[in-house]
């Protein structure tokens, strides 16, 4: 069968499986690998070895930090490390400007924070916030979710770029530099069109809950006394970053054998640098939280990243079958003849699945997995499909992403408000990701 045809056939299962039978993307990956595997002309036991040997290395070289990365973000969450990055941003450039305060917070508090719970958590403040300037409620929070959703599709070690990256084979290190830098592109986009386009609509364009219009209380933006220090905030997150990077430059510029080559190469590695960084947060933000909500967050680690790891393994032996079967090769022929640039390929990729099932994870991850083969064969550049992957895992956020609901139910908007506000905006945040990944393809 042409592996047109098996392409097809096998998006048809997976989107089936997602969309009618409701199965969760873990089982949905691995009956598309089977499926597309045996269509392809592969053996029973050749498809089966193709599975379970991608399986195990997306793993190994991920597994670990996965777990290591939601563990740093669930301590510096108990330990309301992301409110002491929220006043420090307010603080840096004035409640005058506290939309950019709030891009700039998202930008930062979810790369170890998982973008929903890190709106939760700001949510008082941002009401807060509203209530002291005057500034219109959509533009604080729209902004806020630009620069959460950015480092949320791009910037390891969230789970979804930490899993496309993996899957790709790039070095972390560049992961975090590229994927930083077409993060700020998106939070800018989102910022930008927030404070353009809902700076001065009318009252009626926003349409509330039944309960939406009651203002919170208990929350002075000025009270600073049950928050950690900024050091302790950032430490945790900074430090394993500079690793990685550090590691990343070392591995360029030092010849091979050399003494701070050897050392960086430990410290450096992910696994490492994120233990380091868990570790440090436990350090400086332990005594806060007790003896035992420090053992408790350990054992919630575990429930967060097992579905993680779990998904992002199975598009890993997705990808090796497809990687085994050729279909690359096919792929990339097919890609040629259409004409078309090829980062708009998994841009397209990401932002159909987006749009139909709702997850930006599942989505940056099935759009890395699909198209690593088709740049393989066409000797190019896998950061490319990184960045395109991340900026169509933003294409719309509407009524089947959960970041949706937390959105509209913390505003107290109504569903109407939401579609108004936070899902046009998410369409400008992707063309701001498509922008920053053209602008690297010059160089790349």
């Known amino acids: 069968m042409p592996m047109e045809i098996v392409f097809i056939i096998g998006m048809a299962v997976l989107l089936f499986l997602c969309l009618k039978v409701k199965a969760n993307a873990f089982i949905s990956l691995l009956a598309t690998a089977l499926v597309m595997g045996l269509l392809s002309g592969m053996t029973g036991a050749d498809t089966i070895g193709a599975i379970t040997g991608g399986f195990s290395g997306t793993v190994k070289s991920i597994g670990i930090i996965i777990i290591f990365g939601i563990m740093l973000g669930n301590y510096l969450d108990a330990a309301k490390g992301t409110n002491r990055m929220a006043l420090d941003a307010v603080r840096l450039v004035g409640q005058k400007r506290a939309g950019l305060a709030m891009a700039i917070t998202g930008y930062i508090v979810s790369i170890p924070v998982f973008s929903d719970a890190a709106f939760v958590i700001l949510t008082p403040l941002v009401k807060a916030i509203h209530k002291k300037t005057r500034i219109p409620l959509a533009i604080l929070a729209v902004s806020l979710s630009a620069g959460l959703l950015a480092t949320h599709v791009y910037v390891p070690p969230t789970p979804g ?47 509330f809950q039944e309960s939406g219009k009651k203002e919170e209380e208990g929350l002075d933006i000025e009270d600073e006394t049950d928050l950690p220090g900024t050091m302790a905030s950032l430490l945790p997150l900074v430090v394993p970053i500079l690793l990685i990077l550090g590691k990343t430059t070392c591995d360029m510029l030092c010849p091979e054998g050399s003494l701070l080559l050897t050392v960086t190469s430990f410290i450096g590695d992910s696994n490492i640098a994120l233990a380091i960084g868990a570790v440090l947060a436990i350090a400086t933000l332990g005594k806060r939280l007790g003896g035992k909500k420090v053992l408790e967050i350990m054992d919630k680690t575990l429930k967060d990243a097992g579905p993680i790891v779990f998904i992002t393994a199975a598009g890993g032996a997705l990808g090796q ?28 990729i990401s932002g159909l699945l987006k749009i139909v099932q709702g997850s930006g994870t599942v989505a940056v991850t099935t759009a890395a997995t699909l198209c690593a083969p088709i740049a ?15 900026a169509g895992a933003r294409a719309c956020c509407h009524v089947n992403d959960s970041y949706f609901w937390v959105y509209t139910n913390c505003m107290g908007f109504d569903m109407k408000t939401g579609l108004k506000t936070l899902s046009i905006s998410n369409v400008v945040m992707s063309l701001g990701g498509l922008c920053a990944t053209f602008i690297c393809s010059l160089w790349l």
């Open 161 to 207: 770029p930490l899993a496309a990256a993996g899957l790709l084979g790039i070095d972390i290190g560049q992961a975090i530099l590229y994927g930083a830098f077409a993060a700020v592109f998106m939070t800018l986009f989102g910022w930008i069109f927030a404070e353009i386009y809902f700076r001065n609509k009318p009252s009626d364009f926003y349409s």
């Open 321 to 348: 079958v497809l990687k085994v079967s050729g279909a690359g090769d096919s792929l990339a022929t097919m890609v040629v003849n259409t004409g078309l640039p090829f980062i708009l390929i998994p841009f397209v």
């Open 376 to 390: 393989a064969s066409l000797g190019l550049n896998p950061i490319l499909i990184f960045l395109a992957s991340g």
